[in-house]
C-alpha cells in the first residue's frame, strides 16, 4: 500500500486503495480490475474463473506481463504465510504512514479472529 | 517470459532438495509434500469455515511422515495463516517443536507456495517434487539472534556477525526480511526468489524506471489485492 501510494505521488495519479478490500474497480491503476480479478482468480480455487482471467491479462497486457502477474500473486501468496507465520509486525513508520487509510479500507479488522 | 523468472524458481527447487539449517533435504522435502496434502486435508476445510480454527478438533489427513506437530504447524500455514496466532505458535513449540526448525519449516512452505501458486497461475501442472539431496543440517544459530519483534527470534542487520551469512546484502533489512533470519540461509533463498517474481529491492521505488511488463502502480496493486485476499495485517 505505502509502494502504490509512492507510485501514485510520483506519477500524479491518485489511487483509490478501497478497491483493494473488495476488487470493485481498478482503483484508477489501468488495468487494475483485471490483474484484481486475476489475483482473486488465482487464490479462488476456481479452475474456469482462473482460465478466464489469464486470457483476459493475456490478450489485454500480452504474455510476458501474465508470466510478470503470475510471479507477483505467486510470491505474494507465500510472503503472507511468512508474515503470519513469524508474527513480523509492520514497521512503526509505516504503520503510522499507512494508518489512516488502512482504518478506512478495514485492513485492520484482519487482526479479529486470529485463535 | 524473463528467464530469471525460470532461472529463480529452478535454484529455489534445487535448495529444497538440499539439507537445510536444521531439516535434511528428505525432511525438506516431505515438509513440501505436506504443504500440497493440506490443500486436500478435510480438517483443515472444516476449520477454514469455522469461526475460529479451535473449534473444529480432529486429525489432519496427513502423509504420514512428518511427527503431528509438525503437520498441524505445515497444514494451519498453508490453509490459513491470516488466524494463526502467538499462542498457537508458543503451543508447538511447547509440543517439542524446535522454533528454529519452525522458522526453515516457514520457509520451505513459503517457497513451494510460491512455486506452485505461479505454476497454477499460467495454467501449468506442479512441478514434480525434487529428489532429496544426502547431508546433514549444518544446525548453525546467529549468535546475535534475539526476541524483540516477532513470535520468533530474528537477526537485527545491526547484529550480524562474521560467521554469519550476507542475509541481508541487496536488502534493506525491513521487518519483512527479519522475518525468517533465525535460518538466514531460508532469507537469502526466499528473497531471491522474491526478487525474481515481484522486484529487486533496490527498483521497488524506483518509480521512474519500469522493470517489467507491468508497472509500478499494476504491480502494487495486484500485490496489495493478495496480500488482502489472504486476509494479511502485514
Redesign the interface.
Known sequence: ?V??R???E??G?G?D?S???D?SGD?G????KL??D???A??GGDADS??AC?DGVRRA???????????????????????????????DAKAAASEKVRAEIG??A??D??? | MRTELTEAQDRAWARLAAPGTWWTGAERVAIAAEARQALLCRLCAERAQALTANAVSGTHDSLGVLDPVVVEAVHRIRTDSGRLSRRWLDDLLGQGLAVECYVELVGVIATVIAIDTFALALGRPPRALPRPQPGVPSQRRPVGARNDRAWVPTLAPEDVGPDDPPLYAGLAGMNIHRALSLVPAEVIGFFDLDAAMYLPDRQLRDYGTEYRALTHAQIELLAARLSALNRCVY
Open positions: 500500500m509502494l502504490l509512492g507510485s501514485g510520483f506519477t495519479h489511487y486503495f478497491v483493494v478490500m476488487g482503483g491503476v489501468p488495468r487494475g490483474l484484481m486475476f489475483g482473486a488465482v487464490v482462473l482460465a489469464r497486457l500480452g504474455e510476458e506481463a501474465l508470466a510478470d502477474a503470475a510471479g507477483v500473486a505467486a510470491i505474494f501468496n507465500a510472503v503472507v504465510r511468512v508474515a503470519d507465520a513469524t508474527g513480523i509486525p509492520l514497521e485492513i485492520d484482519f487482526a479472529g486470529k485463535a
